[in-house]
């Protein structure tokens, strides 16, 4: 650690804005604040710590929210980054022409089930019916006679969106319990018997995640390698928004963000560098090979 900084990671709760995230501390008043995106959060925390450490005196407070948020705070100035996991072109009422979009990796998103639930696989059409509303027993497609319960995400929520955008076509989710974060999700799932949600691939490991599984969809398992080939096809990008014009600090965070040095770490937490992708996609959702 340098000399002068000190770093804090806490759980914090700024009141205006109601987000919750990691906040790292240093000695002055530079700020970079990244607002948005839970499913980007554990890696823009960890990197922003290690930023920390490079360059003493600079604060990088990271926050989550929810994409929407990350979005709308970022094109109204209230904050110098908007996590998000998807286009800024697919959110009502921003105006993409205003930012800059900065991808700084892939994350992968599978559906999860409590540990108790007797299901491994299941097709994209039973899990369609699931999240709405055809199928509520778990003994209909192979498991225990068990009630579904369903935890979705809320609105606003860039995993949602990725989620329903690939596996309900178009459909509407069944009324269920909402949460506003993956944290939250991964609690809840692996507390209630029955459970199925979906999860960044980030938060499927790890002592918290001991109590639920992922579940493949038509036999093709949600690993890092699939989504590469898109053969798992529930994925997003990590965008990092800026303003076309930003400060010196942020424009620094998310280059260090970028680089080689943090691609370890990256994998690390369960995200794909953005080199080891073989396809790549676009706001309207069409994947071509790069």
């Known amino acids: 650690m340098k000399k002068g900084l000190l770093l804090v990671g806490t759980a914090s709760i700024i009141a205006a804005g109601g987000f919750v995230g990691t906040t790292v501390h240093a000695a002055s008043t ?23 450490n490079r360059n003493s005196g ?14 709308s705070q970022v094109g109204k100035g209230n904050v110098t980054i908007g996590n998000s996991d998807i286009f ?26 409590n540990a108790d639930v007797k299901v491994a696989n299941l097709s994209m059409d039973q899990l369609r019916d699931i999240f709405t509303g055809k199928i509520t027993n778990w003994q209909e497609v192979g498991g225990q006679d068990q009630k579904i319960s369903v935890i979705n995400r809320a609105q606003g929520s860039g995993t949602r969106f990725t989620f329903e955008q690939e596996v309900l076509d178009g459909k509407t989710a069944k009324t269920s319990q909402e ?14 018997p029955g459970a199925i949600s ?42 990092m928004y800026t303003t076309k014009k930003t400060d010196k600090n942020t424009t620094k965070y998310i280059k260090f963000m970028k ?22 996609k676009n706001a309207d959702g069409d994947v071509t090979k790069k």
């Open 88 to 113: 800024a072109e697919q959110k009502d009422g921003i105006n993409a022409k205003k930012l800059k979009d900065h991808k700084v990796a892939v994350v992968g998103i599978t559906p999860v089930v």
């Open 30 to 52: 530079k700020q970079v604040t990244a607002v948005g995106s839970t499913a980007l959060q554990p890696l823009a925390a960890q990197v922003a710590e290690e930023f920390s």
């Open 58 to 71: 600079v604060t990088v407070n990271v926050q989550g929210g929810g994409s929407g948020a990350g979005l």
């Open 198 to 239: 979906y999860l960044a691939f980030s938060y499927t490991s790890g002592s918290q995640a001991k109590n639920l599984k992922p579940v493949s969809i038509d036999k093709v398992h949600p690993t890092e390698k699939n989504v590469q080939k898109n053969k798992w096809s529930i994925w997003a990008y990590e965008h």
């Open 259 to 280: 680089s080689n040095a943090m691609k370890s770490t990256v994998k690390k937490l369960g995200y794909i560098p953005m080199s080891d992708m073989q396809v790549k």
């Open 179 to 192: 949460q506003d974060d993956n944290g939250a999700v991964q609690k809840i799932v692996s507390t209630t």
